[in-house]
């Protein structure tokens, strides 16, 4: 099912989606973001572009894949976190979702 | 003077700040750019970054660019000759949470730049160190501060507001280490 919010208002549905899962998620990439918004990967891959270049999130490279969090360094960082914060209450499409994703370390090798 | 193969990213900031200028466009040297304008090119930066201050909209910009020699490519500009690349990221100008940013105006053979200031430059790189354990970005805020007057009580004030009281206390450490190495460096 396609994860919709309630509001756009970072200028389009993919932008805020994507803050809203990113503030959720701490850090992600934007294939991540795309399984997890159903949305496809070309339009995520937009999105942050453009939320990067407005200083919102952040991008590093670890090996071959570009990495995403909140910009920390951003002037409004902790206004924007808590905005996001209440942007995703209503979203508990969006929550499960999250919370079934495993993040978590699995030794190299261990059986799933 | 024409900008050429052999021209300097300091000279290319004088001469692209002096362009925004004329063409109406406050924009105030910052990022990397900045951090080798103060470290006199210890440290050395690919790109020049200007964050658009003031009103001026996107033709002001590209009018001053093409007096210079520059050319939009996607986000950035380029010139034939020069290997620096200059780019205006979208404001507003702030460090971390502090936006009441007072740039520095600075004067070169009649040539205008603003830029950050020495404190506010070492404050930006230290963001980077705080923010994402960027060692190196610890290195160039000790190396501007070394060599310029920087308002110590001011760094430390914002880095409380930031949450960073350790890594400020770090920095204190390896800017009294590097005073020290100068100063044993010009004795002897």
Redesign the interface.
Known sequence: MKVVPRSSPFGSATRTRVLVAIRLLGETYARELARLLDAPLSGVQGALQALERDGLVAGRSMGRTRVYRLDPRYFAQRELDRFLERLAEPEADLQSRVTSLRRRPRRTGKPL | MKLGTRSGLVEIAFQVGEALRRNGVEAVLSGGGCAHFYTRGAFRSADLDFILTGPAGHDAVEAAMTSVGFAREG?RYVHPKVRFYLEF??G?L??????RIRPKVHVRAGARLLALSPTDCCRDRL??F???KDRQSLRVAVAVAARHRVNVGVIRRWSEQEGHVKDFEEFRRELAKTRVTIRSRRRS
């Open positions: 986000d990221p979208r507003p702030a460090i971390g949470g502090d936006w963001a980077a705080y923010h994402w």
